[in-house]
Each structure stands twice: as structure tokens, then as C-alpha cells.
Nanobody, 118 residues
Framework: QVHLVESGGGLVQAGGSLTLSCAAS????????MGWYRQPLGKQRELVAT???????NYADFVQGRFTISRNNAKNTAVLQMDNLKPEDTAVYYC????????????WGQGTQVTVSS
């Protein structure tokens, strides 16, 4: 089992920055992917960014170079640096750890609210 704790959400004005952190505890699966997803109010959860244990990153199209995801394998942490935030980035942001190969595993954090005012 993996327990994920997010921190760093809050209220920021448009154009501002926030840094989200995710700390994982427990037995991390090998070849895992850490990532951030978000769920705007009334909408479905969507991918923001992921990073593999080997450092390969993947971003949603809407990120457009504004966000950077990083990972520390030794500390089992992942950080999402968000710059030039827009009101449409307002959502609950969730940390995720998953393993796509057998045996598959998937874990979610409780989420942290990010609100961007115009």
C-alpha cells in the first residue's frame, strides 16, 4: 500500500505561481509513474502531468509550457511547479502513483484545492 499526501495548494491571482508537493509513504511499486491530475468543479478528472521512475515526463496539452513536474526517487516525492496560472486552472489537484505493468497498482491522494482568481 502507498499513502500519498499533497501540499501547496491555495489561492493565487492570475499570472501567479504555485508549487504542489506530493509525498509518498509505504511500499512504492517498482517502475511506477507519479503524476498530477485535476478535477474542476462539475467536471471529470483529467491528466495534468506525469513522470516515470526514469524521469520521462508527459504533459497535458493545456499546460503549454507553464507547468514542470519533477520527481525524487530516493525521497518518493513529486513536485508540480505551476507558473503563469489562469482562472481555468482552478480545480482540486490530486497526486497519483500507478504501475502500468503486472501487477498493476493505482493510488490517489486526498487532493489539494488550487484557486486562481482573475
Amino acid at each position: 500500500q502507498v499513502h500519498l499526501v499533497e501540499s501547496g495548494g491555495g489561492l493565487v491571482q492570475a499570472g501567479g505561481s504555485l508549487t504542489l508537493s506530493c509525498a509518498a509513504s509505504g511500499r512504492m511499486p517498482g517502475a511506477s509513474v507519479m503524476g498530477w491530475y485535476r478535477q474542476p468543479l462539475g467536471k471529470q478528472r483529467e491528466l495534468v502531468a506525469t513522470v516515470t521512475s526514469g524521469g520521462i515526463t508527459n504533459y497535458a496539452d493545456f499546460v503549454q509550457g507553464r507547468f514542470t513536474i519533477s520527481r525524487n526517487n530516493a525521497k518518493n516525492t513529486a513536485v508540480l511547479q505551476m507558473d503563469n496560472l489562469k482562472p481555468e486552472d482552478t480545480a482540486v489537484y490530486y497526486c497519483n502513483v500507478h504501475r502500468n505493468i503486472t501487477p498493476r497498482e493505482n493510488y490517489w491522494g486526498q487532493g489539494t484545492q488550487v484557486t486562481v482568481s482573475s
